[in-house]
Nanobody
Framework: VQLQASGGGLVQAGGSLRLSCAAS????????MGWFRQAPGKEREFVAA????????DYADSVRGRFTISRDNPRSTVYLQMNSLKPEDTAVYFC?????????????????WGRGTQVTVSS
């Protein structure tokens, strides 16, 4: 499956963005999915994940309460709604599918990485 993240942009602190992750080649509906981000000079870090059914979600402490992950399986798309954005949320955001057990958060626990989308939050 090939993944493509979109929806990034430039936003002021306190603003919102919604990212989308679309699949081509195969449906996402049977995969647990996740979002990661990578800021300049930093390692890629886990942001959020969602079970294939949408029944369970997992969030990094840094985004819990501000970001919401969701999915639309008929459209084979996963979303990341980002509210109350902070300058420290500035990064390239990637989506990927979980290839390990649910709850895993390491980069190596995810696969099918696509190109990311840049999110820049100005102060």
């Amino acid at each position: 499956v090939q993944l493509q993240a979109s929806g990034g942009g430039l936003v002021q602190a306190g603003g919102s963005l919604r990212l989308s992750c679309a699949a081509s080649g195969r449906t996402l509906s049977s995969y647990d999915m996740g979002w990661f981000r990578q800021a300049p000079g930093k390692e890629r870090e886990f942001v959020a994940a969602i079970r294939w059914s949408g029944g369970s979600t997992d969030y990094a402490d840094s985004v819990r309460g501000r970001f919401t992950i969701s999915r639309d399986n008929p459209r084979s798309t996963v979303y990341l709604q980002m509210n109350s954005l902070k300058p420290e949320d500035t990064a390239v955001y990637f989506c990927a599918r979980l290839v390990a057990v649910w709850g895993a958060r390491r980069v190596n626990d995810f696969g099918s990485w696509g190109r990311g989308t840049q999110v820049t939050v100005s102060s």
